[in-house]
């Protein structure tokens, strides 16, 4: 006796079209249509991070910030970040959707809080929020990408990446967190990290360990991290 073959008709292009399609729950500007895609429902303009559109609908202009933009200030800062830090504003009246190889997105709303952010964790920004591109001290001799980091203070919505699921660490007087810069996302404004080089560690892995680079909170606050080292450690630079 042959048996029945499997019913696949929930493999028909109209259930894929179905539970595949887009939806619209009206959450304002930011909403997520899955947990590594993001729709902005623009009515105004907001900042996105360069490259990050994937699509859009509607009557939208983007524009990629300029090194005046923010200031002759700017200027010096843009030259060393290079393209890393770059945003795109995102302006007119529509729907725009953006990812970033697939990292997952969180969302936060600032209330005249203040977070630094990894400049290439950075997705998408509210217009109302105020940012600055910082580089971290002595990052220049120590990593080979991750150079800057961008400060965001304000009220209003930002999104930021990360791969797989983040990790928020407590920093409290008396208890320091040391992190790897590649698996470091954010932390708190109120933080000021410095970089460490673990001798004896770098010793015992080799001279192309990233381990041997940490990041040393100090405070208090808090700092992401993620389960994954995004950028390479170049050690020789840093001990050379």
Same mark, same amino acid.
């Given at each position: ?11 028909? =292009? ?60 700017? =200027? ?66 120590? =990593? ?60 015992? =892995? ?35």
């Amino acid at each position: 006796m042959t048996e029945n073959p499997a019913d696949d008709s929930r493999y028909t =292009l109209d259930e894929f079209l179905k539970s595949s399609a887009e939806v619209n729950r009206g959450q304002g500007l930011f909403e997520l249509e899955t947990e590594r895609l993001l729709e902005l429902n623009l009515d105004g303009q907001a900042w996105i991070k360069m490259g990050a559109m994937v699509a859009y609908r509607g009557d939208v202009k983007f524009t990629r910030e300029g090194v005046l933009d923010r200031g002759v200030g700017n =200027l010096l800062k843009k030259a060393v970040t290079g393209e890393g830090a770059a945003l795109t504003k995102a302006e007119g009246s529509g729907k725009v959707y953006v990812a970033d190889k697939g990292k997952k997105i969180s969302i936060i709303q600032l209330q005249g809080e203040e977070i630094v952010v990894n400049g290439s964790d950075l997705l998408a920004c509210d217009a109302t929020i105020n940012y600055d591109i910082s580089l971290m001290k002595k990052m220049g001799a120590m =990593l080979a990408g991750g150079l800057f980091n961008v400060r965001l203070q304000g009220q209003g919505l930002i999104a930021i990446t990360s791969h797989y699921d983040p990790l928020v660490l407590s920093v409290t007087a008396g208890q320091p967190v040391y992190t790897d810069p590649s698996a470091t996302v954010a932390w708190s404004g109120s933080l000021n990290p410095e970089f460490k080089t673990d001798v004896s560690l770098k010793t015992f =892995l080799g001279r192309g360990s990233g381990e041997s680079i940490q990041m040393a909170f100090q405070g208090d606050g808090f700092v992401v991290v993620q389960p994954y080292e995004e950028t390479i450690i170049n050690t020789q630079q840093a001990t050379g």
